[in-house]
């Protein structure tokens, strides 16, 4: 797992994805992206790895 100082909080990849919350929770239930964690709460941050972030805005441009 990556560093957690280097993950991407929830806010910062829907700003980098130009994208709601709510569809990016929609992403993740659909599998469509991974988050590498959740923290704790009914509304907890789920991380990012920047990685698999910048993976997903290639394959993203890439599709269309």
Known sequence: ???????LS?????????ISR???VRWIAAGK????QKLPGQS???LFDPAEIARFVIARARAG
């Open 10 to 18: 929830s806010s910062e990849v829907c700003a980098v994805l130009q």
């Open 44 to 46: 907890g941050v789920y």
């Open 33 to 36: 992206i991974t988050a590498v």
């Open 1 to 7: 797992m990556p560093d957690d100082q280097q993950l």
């Open 22 to 24: 709510s569809t990016l």
